[in-house]
């Protein structure tokens, strides 16, 4: 059996990543309304501040995961692993980890800059695969 490349093992760990997200907003969105509200089908979904923050960051990387996810495989089917396109592998990973704890803590462009540094790195590796 062939080892996964580095490429193929950051797209797993963001994988990863978002299929844990949304446990500590769940978790909260419960202890702030209790079991039988949050394990019902509220209208309306009280959560502290954080957990909301929490919960758009999830969506985000819901929504930005597949250009990373196509671009990865598309990767290992052409056989390109190159130094640009696993540090753009790395890169997009450790960005969409800074950005929940960046848009939890509310400090002004943080999320911004880690959301733009994971949107460069997938770019970059898109046309690092397009061209090659």
């Not at 758009?56 to 396109?85: C, K, S």
Request: net charge positive; glycine share 6%; proline share 5%.
């Amino acid at each position: 059996m062939r080892a996964l490349s580095v490429e193929l093992r950051y797209l797993i760990y963001v994988t990863v990543l978002m299929g844990l997200m949304w446990v500590p907003y769940i978790v909260a969105h419960i202890a702030t309304v209790g079991p039988v509200l949050g394990l019902g089908f509220p209208d309306k979904q009280d959560m502290p501040g954080w957990a909301a923050r929490l919960k758009r960051a999830h969506y985000n990387l819901v929504e930005n995961l597949p250009l990373f996810a196509v671009v990865a495989i598309v990767g290992e089917f052409r056989g390109i692993h190159t130094a640009t396109t696993a540090a753009c592998a790395m890169v997009f990973f450790w960005a969409r980890v800074a950005h929940p704890i960046a848009m939890m803590s509310s400090v002004w462009g943080a999320r911004t800059a880690t959301f733009t540094a994971g949107w460069i790195a997938a770019v970059v590796y898109l046309v690092t695969v397009l061209v090659a």
